[in-house]
Nanobody, 125 residues
Framework: VQLVESGGGLVQAGGSLRLSCAAS????????IGWFRQAPGKEREGVSY????????YYTDSVKGRFTISSDNAKNTVYLQMNSLRPEDTAVYYC???????????????????WGQGTQVTVSS
């Protein structure tokens, strides 16, 4: 099982980035994907979630209207389009996989089985 994030970088406030999470070794029929982030000195927080069986998505309040999660099941890849970025979005972003049975608790990091290595997003003011 492997999750590989890409697409992070340095961007000015108001700019955009698109993160990718390439998954292998498991089926999107059985697992949903969540994006989390962790800023220095802060706890890891759930950012967004998507599943493939009914297309349900969730967003934490601070990113609603600015971030969009999507999935390309043929490529086993999930994307996080981040627009109108703010300095407070600066963090390491991780994608993770949660078993379908637990997806009612979509932002509980401890229920996620598999994690990527993370990608750094830095937003300058």
């Amino acid at each position: 099982v492997q999750l590989v994030e890409s697409g992070g970088g340095l961007v000015q406030a108001g700019g955009s980035l698109r993160l990718s999470c390439a998954a292998s070794g498991f089926s999107f029929d059985d697992y949903a994907i969540g994006w989390f982030r962790q800023a220095p000195g802060k706890e890891r927080e759930g950012v967004s979630y998507i599943n493939s069986w009914d297309g349900t998505t969730y967003y934490t309040d601070s990113v609603k209207g600015r971030f969009t999660i999507s999935s390309d099941n043929a490529k086993n890849t999930v994307y996080l389009q981040m627009n109108s970025l703010r300095p407070e979005d600066t963090a390491v972003y991780y994608c993770a996989a949660i078993l379908r049975y637990y997806t009612a608790s979509y932002f509980r990091a401890d229920l996620y089985d598999y994690w990527g290595q993370g990608t750094q997003v830095t937003v300058s003011s």
